[in-house]
C-alpha cells in the first residue's frame, strides 16, 4: 500500500512537472508571438514611411517640372532661352558704355 501511495505521488509529480512545462512554453510561445507581432507592426509603420517619402519625393518632382513648364514660354526650349540670354548680354555689352555716358551728363 506504501509502495502504491509513492507510484502515485511520483506521477503526480511528474504531471506537475510536465504542466509546469507546458506552462512555461505556452509563456515562451506567447513572448515570442508578441514579439514578431510588435517587429511586423514596426515593419509596417517603416515601410508606411518610406512609402510617403517616395509619394512626397514623386509629388516634389510633378511640382517642380510644373513650374519650369510654367516658367517657359510656349515652344521654347532651355536651349532657346540660353541664345536669347546671350543676345540679350551682347546687346547690353553694347549699350553699357553710352548708358554709363548718358547716366553721367
Known sequence: EQLEEMRAQLLLAEEK??????QA???????????????????ARLA???????????????ETRAERAEAL???LTLDDLATELSEFQGHVR?????LLTDLFR
Do not use: F, N, Y
Open 17 to 22: 512537472q510536465k504542466a509546469a512545462e507546458a
Open 48 to 62: 508606411a514611411e518610406a512609402q510617403a517619402r517616395e509619394d512626397r519625393q514623386a509629388r516634389l518632382a510633378a
Open 25 to 43: 512554453q505556452a509563456e515562451r510561445d506567447a513572448r515570442l508571438a508578441a514579439e514578431l507581432q510588435a517587429q511586423e507592426k514596426e515593419e
Open 94 to 98: 553694347l549699350r553699357l558704355p553710352s
Open 73 to 75: 514660354p510656349r515652344g
